[in-house]
């Protein structure tokens, strides 16, 4: 149900133990939900296999942390996908993602610069689609239909540049935007490589 529900009695219901057995094992919940966000992104790293290169390499590591975040756990996902966890997992994925950027030939500082705006977009995206997806289905449905329907909808002549776009964003708007994303992110990394 999320982060902002959670307390250390729901969380000991959920698990089948008392709420006092938590505290043996974390000081509170916020060390639950960072350590939650530790292991997702350790599922991530566990299922990523280096690319040929450097650019193959980082779009392989946003697929598998997007996918753990999105899909396999999206209300997880959504609810600690803003944590910064300081925890192994993620100073494993952080120092992964440096070294790949270093072998483009980035310096440190540029490196530490492209860090944040990955880990943003991968982690953006993945906090969009889990939100999507955790909706209800009726309203995922009803979403996908506005779209869908758009061109039905439109006043006539007011909107041409949208009446025109229509079939196409009744198709691109109700799928993933996450790899159209990931690629105009390599391309500009690519592009900025020095």
Same mark, same amino acid.
């Given at each position: ?9 729901t ?7 008392d ?19 530790? @292991?997702?992104?350790? %599922?991530g *790293?566990?299922?990523w296999?280096? $690319?040929?290169?450097?650019? =193959? +390499?980082? &779009? ?20 600690v ?10 100073? @494993?994925?952080?120092? %992964?993602? *440096?070294?790949?950027?270093?072998? $483009?030939?980035f310096?440190? =500082? +540029?490196? &530490? ?28 449905d ?13 006043p ?8 025109? &776009? ?5 198709e ?8 159209l994303v ?13």
């Amino acid at each position: 149900r999320g982060a902002s529900v959670l307390s250390a009695r729901t969380l000991a219901a959920a698990v089948g133990a008392d709420a006092s057995a938590l505290y043996r094992h974390f000081t509170g919940v916020d060390d639950v939900v960072r350590a939650v966000a530790d @292991r997702m992104i350790g %599922l991530g *790293l566990d299922r990523w296999t280096p $690319g040929s290169d450097w650019l =193959e +390499s980082l &779009a392989g590591l946003g697929r598998v942390l997007f996918a753990v975040y999105a899909q396999d756990f999206p209300r997880a996902g959504l609810a600690v996908a803003g944590r910064a966890t300081g925890l192994p997992n993620e100073l @494993r994925a952080v120092e %992964l993602t *440096l070294g790949l950027l270093r072998k $483009g030939g980035f310096d440190d =500082e +540029s490196a &530490a610069k492209w860090f944040g705006a990955i880990a943003d977009i991968a982690l953006g995206q993945a906090m969009l689609q889990s939100a999507i997806v955790t909706l209800p289905a009726e309203i995922q449905d009803a979403d996908k239909a506005s779209w869908q329907t758009l061109s039905t909808r439109l006043p006539d002549d007011e909107h041409p540049h949208t009446q025109a &776009a229509a079939p196409h964003l009744g198709e691109y708007m109700v799928q993933p935007s996450f790899e159209l994303v990931l690629e105009l992110m390599l391309k500009g990394l690519a592009a900025s490589a020095p």
